[in-house]
């Protein structure tokens, strides 16, 4: 059986890739209500049951696809700037450099890797010198515009990589290496590998 197709600016979108793209919009609303502390049923309340729970849980497993309306509402209600319940790591548009099941932009014929690197929040409380002060200033100044306070590690991405860079006078790749002189990168997601 083939699967409809819907030509947007000379490229192609499969079901797949709409339905891959719905299924990565609902986890990341699931993973911001969570975030927020918020059941399904606390939000249906918090909309006056604009959002009914079964219908937001439907968004949330990708199996509805939330309008763009609809999104901004959410967002509202979630106190939160719409791009924040898109998908992070999903930046180009569907169809051109992969979906949710498809390529990264890393993949890309001549392209560099986007770099994320993850710091260990708990070994930098054990470092000492100069460094450890600026890093923990920046860093929790990313947790609170995130609001993301596990406490023990925090992902990096290549935008705020090169902030620290320039408050260190170094180049992203000098940062990096002395990140991991100093034993603060979690290797398992290392340029973006997890």
Known sequence: ?????????????????VAGYAQAVGLRLRAVRRQKRLSLQAVERASAEEFKASVLGAYERGERTISVPRLQRLAQIYSV?????????????????????GPSRSGAAGERPVRKITIDLVRLNEVTGPERDLLRHFLASVQVQRQDFNGKVITIREADLRVMASMFGRSVEALVNRLEELSLIHHATRNGQS
């Open 1 to 17: 059986m083939r699967s409809a197709v819907v030509r947007i600016a000379n490229n192609e979108l499969t079901d797949e890739d």
């Open 81 to 101: 700037p719409v791009d924040q319940l898109l998908p992070a790591d999903m930046s180009q548009p569907l169809g051109r450099a992969g979906t949710a099941s």
